[in-house]
C-alpha cells in the first residue's frame, strides 16, 4: 500500500522519481497505444529497484530475500519474519481447514496486493506465496512438511523443549530444500554435463570440504534480473487438476484468475488436485514465446480493460535498470564466440529468431540479455542454452561454496553426524509432496520428469524411501554419575567427605559442608579421605594432627552452590 503508484506516462515527475513506466508502442498485438478509459497515453508501471550500495560507484541493488539456500520462503529472510510465522510447540503458523483436510498457510487480512474476494491472503516467508495457485500449494506443502517432522522428532525425543524441536525441524526442512534442489532440479534445467562442469555435483557419502571463508555468496543481478527469469517461458495458462486416479478434473485454474486470488483453495482437497496437476502435466518448452496469461493478463483487474502488465517488458526493463550490459558481453564471458555479426548467432540461435532480433536490434551488440539467452537451443540434456547454464550454475557453486551452513559440511561444530546425512540423501520431492498429501496414494518417482510406464512409473507413496528420525535420537540417561555410582534424580551422594551432592533436572549440583564436629567425621571416614579434602583440611587437620577443638555434634551444611 506504501508503493506508489507508476502506471501513468508521467508519473516520474508527478509521482515519484524513481518510477519508471513503460511506453506501449504503435502496433503492439494486444495492447492499444492509448488508454481507451481515460484517452491518455498507455503504459505499464515500473518502479526501479531501490539501491543499496554502501560506497561512491555505480547503483547496486538491495535483495530483500537472503541469498543463502536456507529455505527463507519457508522461515522468513530475517528472525522478525521468522518469529511472526512460529507457531507453538515447534510447529510453523497455519490455518485450521475451514471444512476439512490439513492444515493451510496463515491467512492475513492485511497482505498488501490481496485481491480475494474475503480479503484474505495466505502468507509465508516469501511475500509471493499468495501469487498464484501452483506456487501456494508449493509453499502449502513446505509448510506442512516442517510441522510433520517436528512431530517426528518429538516422538523421538520426547524431553526436546519448544524451541529444540523447532530448530532441528528447520535444520533438517533446509537440508532437504538444499539437497532436492541440486539432486533434482539443477540437473534437470543445466543438464549433467553442465552439473559437473560448474561442479555442482552433490557427494554419495562422507562432507563437503570446499567452503571458502572468503568467496562472496550474493546474488548477481544477471542472475536475478535475468537468467533465473527461465521459468516464466514454462508456465501453462491453466493450472490443471487432478484426482486420486490422475483423472481430470475441470475446471482447472486460469491463470489470470488466480493472481492474489485465494478464496478457490479453501475447496476440500484442492491442494492434492493442484500438485498431482503440477507433476503430471507438462511444462511449456523453455524458448522465446510466453503464455499470454503473464504477458497480456499479468495481474489484470478484470474489470478494467487492458489493466494487465507485459512480465516479459517489466524483465527487460529490470535488467535495464540494474544496468546488465548485452547478451552479447555474457557469450564472451561464457567462453562463446563473441559476435561480430548476426550470422554468428547461428550456431546457439535458431535463424528465425535471429530474423526477428534483426527487426528489434539495430546491433548484435544491443540484444538484452534475457531475451537473448532464452533463444538459445538447449543444451543436450537441460532447458537452458549455453549462456544461461553459465550464469546459473556459477551462481549454485558460490552458494555451496561460501554457504558455512551448507547441509554437506564438514565442520564439526555444524555437521550433520553421517548417518543424519545418509537420512537426507533420500530426499526427493516426490516423498515430501507424498507425505504431505491430504490423501496419500502414488506418484512417480522423480517428481520433475513426467509419469511413465516404463522410465517413471507411478508407485505407491509408501514404497519410496523415507527419512528415519530415529538418527537425530538423543540417548538421554536419566540420573547422574557421582563418584563413578549412578544416581537418581532428586538422591544425593558424597563424592568426597566434606562435599555433598544432589541430582537435579539441571544436572548435579553439590556444595562444601561446614563441620562442627571433626571427631565424628574422623569416625565416618579414613584419615587419608579427610586430608585428601582440602574443605575437611581446612576445618579439621589440627585434630587430625592431635590438636584440641571444640566439636558440636551433627554436620550443618551451608547454603548450597554449583561447582
Known amino acids: 500500500e506504501s508503493i506508489p503508484s507508476c502506471r501513468p506516462c508521467d508519473s516520474p515527475r508527478t509521482v515519484h522519481p524513481e518510477c519508471n513506466p513503460i511506453p506501449i508502442p504503435a502496433g503492439d498485438h494486444y495492447y492499444p497505444e492509448i488508454n481507451v478509459t481515460s484517452g491518455e497515453r498507455l503504459c505499464f508501471p515500473f518502479m526501479r529497484s531501490l539501491p543499496g550500495q554502501q560506497s561512491l560507484g555505480p547503483r547496486e541493488q538491495i535483495n530483500q530475500n537472503t541469498a543463502f539456500l536456507d529455505a527463507s520462503q519457508i522461515y522468513g529472510e530475517n528472525s522478525c519474519v521468522c518469529t511472526k510465522l512460529k507457531g507453538f510447540a515447534g510447529r510453523m503458523n497455519s490455518t485450521q481447514h475451514p471444512i476439512r483436510g490439513k492444515e493451510l498457510l496463515p491467512q492475513s487480512p492485511h497482505h498488501p496486493e490481496c485481491k480475494s474476494p474475503s480479503g484474505m491472503c495466505f502468507i509465508a516467508g516469501d511475500g509471493r506465496a499468495s501469487e498464484q495457485p501452483g506456487l501456494t500449494a ?22 526436546w523443549n519448544n524451541e529444540q524441536l523447532f530448530n532441528h525441524a528447520r535444520r533438517i526442512v533446509v537440508a532437504q530444500n538444499q539437497h532436492l534442489t541440486f539432486n533434482e532440479f539443477l540437473p534437470r534445467i543445466l543438464s549433467w554435463n553442465a552439473v559437473n562442469l560448474y561442479g555442482l555435483k552433490l557427494l554419495p557419502q562422507g562432507y563437503y570440504k570446499e567452503y571458502n571463508p572468503n568467496c562472496n555468496p550474493g546474488i548477481v543481478s544477471e542472475f536475478a534480473a535475468a537468467a533465473f527469469r527461465i521459468g516464466h ?34 475447496a476440500p482437497g484442492i491442494m492434492d488436485e493442484i500438485m498431482r496437476g503440477l507433476v503430471a502435466t507438462p511444462m511449456e518448452t523453455l524458448d522465446q514465446f510466453i503464455t499470454g496469461e503473464v504477458t497480456n493478463h499479468l495481474f489484470e483487474d478484470r474489470r478494467i480493460p487492458f489493466s ?73 540434456g537441460g532447458l537452458v542454452g549455453p549462456t544461461f547454464a553459465c550464469i546459473i550454475g556459477i551462481q549454485f557453486r558460490q552458494l555451496r ?19 543424519q546425512l545418509n537420512e537426507i540423501r533420500k530426499t526427493t520431492l516426490a516423498k515430501i509432496i507424498c ?43 536419566v540420573g547422574c554419575q557421582i563418584s563413578g555410582r549412578q544416581i537418581g534424580v532428586g538422591q544425593s551422594a558424597f563424592p568426597s567427605p566434606c562435599t555433598s551432592c544432589i541430582c537435579t533436572n539441571e ?24 586430608l585428601a579434602d582440602d574443605v575437611c583440611s581446612a576445618q579439621c587437620g589440627l585434630v587430625l594432627q592431635g590438636n584440641q577443638a571444640p566439636g558440636i555434634p551433627g554436620l550443618s551444611p551451608p547454603p548450597s552452590r554449583t561447582i
Open 401 to 419: 561454496k561460501c554457504d558455512r551452513f551448507w547441509y554437506e559440511t564438514d565442520d564439526p561444530n555444524l555437521r550433520f553426524t553421517e548417518a
Open 233 to 266: 517461458s514454462l508456465l501453462r495458462p491453466h493450472i490443471p487438476r487432478l484426482s486420486i486416479n490422475h483423472q481430470p478434473i475441470d475446471p482447472p485454474l486460469l491463470l489470470r484468475d488466480g493472481f492474489f486470488k485465494m478464496d478457490a483453495l479453501l
Open 507 to 530: 544436572g548435579t549440583q553439590c556444595a562444601s559442608l561446614r563441620i562442627t564436629d571433626c571427631n565424628q567425621l574422623a569416625r565416618e571416614w579414613s584419615r587419608e579421605a579427610i
Open 308 to 380: 494487465g502488465i507485459d512480465l516479459v517488458s517489466l524483465n527487460v526493463q529490470r535488467a535495464r535498470d540494474h544496468g546488465i550490459p548485452s547478451y552479447n558481453n555474457y557469450r564472451a564471458l561464457c567462453n562463446l564466440k563473441r559476435a561480430q555479426t548476426w550470422d554468428d548467432l547461428s550456431r546457439e540461435i535458431p535463424p528465425e529468431v535471429i530474423a526477428r532480433f534483426k527487426r528489434i536490434y539495430a546491433s548484435v551488440d544491443d540484444i538484452d540479455l534475457f531475451p537473448g539467452g532464452m533463444s538459445e537451443r538447449p543444451l543436450q
Open 435 to 477: 507425505e504431505n498429501m491430504e490423501i496419500t496414494g502414488d506418484m512417480q518417482r522423480a517428481a520433475f520428469d513426467l509419469p511413465s510406464n516404463f522410465l517413471n512409473p507411478r508407485v505407491p507413496c509408501h514404497t519410496m524411501p523415507q527419512i528415519d528420525l530415529s538418527a537425530w535420537r538423543e540417548n538421554v540417561v
Open 138 to 159: 508449493i509453499h502449502t506443502t513446505f509448510l506442512r512438511e516442517h510441522n510433520r517432522i517436528v512431530e517426528g522428532l518429538r516422538g523421538v525425543n520426547p524431553h
